[in-house]
């Protein structure tokens, strides 16, 4: 698949389509959005020979992860990383053995009506933000009303119906943001600051390079926070500084940002920067108990790692598209490879009972380091 310039909704049809000839793979259709667009998903696994299947049990057997792109459809480059993802499951042996371990979903565009609004705006004004198709056709958020039953736009659905089906370990949500747009202060233009608010707003005012946040949480309920947050930061940098050409762009960028920005308002233009890439973490992590909820209502003793990521990539295309592109594939297999590598804590019980014998398979979770200490077993009664 090519990967150098942003992929349509109807391209991206084509590229799951070719992948559902491979085994494995399942390529299903979601509905349509609010302007009739097609919305697609597909399961990427290993082949079985059962002819039903339950999500329920793979989830609990193996690791699962989705991967959902193009909320906001002029942020382009997340289509491309997770079709290509696709493409390297089905077609390179050592990164389809990572199937063993790991359920990917791919959802490449969540938000249709925007990106084919996005992509005919290009054919007029290649080199403009595009900014149009950021929002789905009714100028709002395409994740507007997603937990109601019947919401406006019929693809908020979509994530929801997702996670729900699969209760994933991870679910990563890659975005972008402008490549070129720096806001002259006074101008009476706003840029990103949409809340018309002076704290956070002014980190956008110009670009800072490829970037993501990771959180976790620090009270006793969740022990192992702190270590798979650290054990992930390290993973990401090594894997992005291998990207050729993004350890320059950062540089570059985050220049420009320290000098422009950080120099000026350092309490909200900070430069959390690890080995050359951005990265904001919380150093001490977050209070919360069991009953916060991350990605889209999901308690974070399900779904663990709720990753994004942060890619200049509004109007990329050629070579520039290609590069914003790898780093958002390299932070995908990193977390592929976390879930393929890690420990899975899977527990089978069974005991007597007055009608009979009942036998329950569990998976604790989260997932654990490879290094960790393997987790002791309870005694079966």
């Known amino acids: 698949m090519q990967w150098d310039e942003p992929i349509t909704p109807d391209e991206n049809a084509a590229i799951l389509a070719r992948l559902a000839t491979y085994p494995g793979v399942n390529v299903y259709w979601m509905g349509r959005s609010y302007l009739g667009q097609d919305i697609w998903a597909a399961d990427v696994g290993l082949p079985s020979p059962s002819l039903l ?3 329920a049990k793979e989830t609990i057997l193996k690791a699962s992860v989705i991967y959902s792109g193009r909320q906001h459809a002029n942020e382009v480059s997340s289509t491309s990383h997770i079709d290509k993802l696709g493409e390297l499951l089905v077609t390179d042996p050592k990164i389809r053995a990572l199937l063993n371990q790991v359920n990917v979903v791919l959802h490449p565009i969540d938000n249709s009506d925007g990106a084919q609004l996005s992509v005919e705006l290009a054919k007029i004004t290649p ?5 149009p198709g950021y929002h789905g056709a009714l100028a709002a958020d395409v994740s507007d009303g997603q937990k109601q039953a019947d919401p406006i736009y019929p693809e908020s659905r979509t994530r929801p119906l997702l996670i729900k089906s699969w209760l994933p370990d991870a679910f990563l949500n890659p975005h972008g943001y402008p490549s070129h747009e720096w806001v002259q202060p006074f101008s009476d233009y706003t840029g990103w600051v949409m809340s018309r608010q002076a704290g956070t707003g002014r980190e956008w005012w110009l670009p800072r390079g490829w970037f993501t946040s990771l959180e976790y949480l620090r009270d006793p309920d969740h022990p192992y926070g702190r270590q798979i947050a650290y054990a992930l930061r390290d993973r990401i940098v090594e894997a992005e500084r291998n990207v050729p050409g993004l350890l320059s762009l950062e540089d570059r960028m985050n220049a420009r940002y320290e000098r422009f920005g950080q120099r000026w308002d350092p309490r909200y233009m900070a430069q959390p920067i690890v080995s050359g890439i951005r990265i904001y973490m919380a150093l001490s992590g977050s209070n919360a108990d ?16 709720g990753g994004y990521t942060e890619a200049p990539d509004e109007t990329a295309h050629g070579d520039y598209m290609k590069l914003v592109a790898s780093a958002g594939l390299a932070f995908d297999m990193v977390h592929l490879k976390y879930l393929a590598q890690g420990k899975l804590r899977i527990v089978r019980t069974q005991k007597s009972g007055p009608d009979g014998v009942e036998w329950k398979v569990e998976r604790k979770r989260p997932i654990l380091p490879y290094s960790e200490p393997a987790v002791p077993v309870p005694d079966q009664k």
Do not use: Y
């Open 53 to 55: 299947r339950s999500w």
């Open 127 to 131: 080199d403009n933000l595009l900014h």
């Open 290 to 305: 069991s009953d916060e909820t991350v990605a889209h209502g999901i308690s974070p003793d399900i779904t663990w790692d």
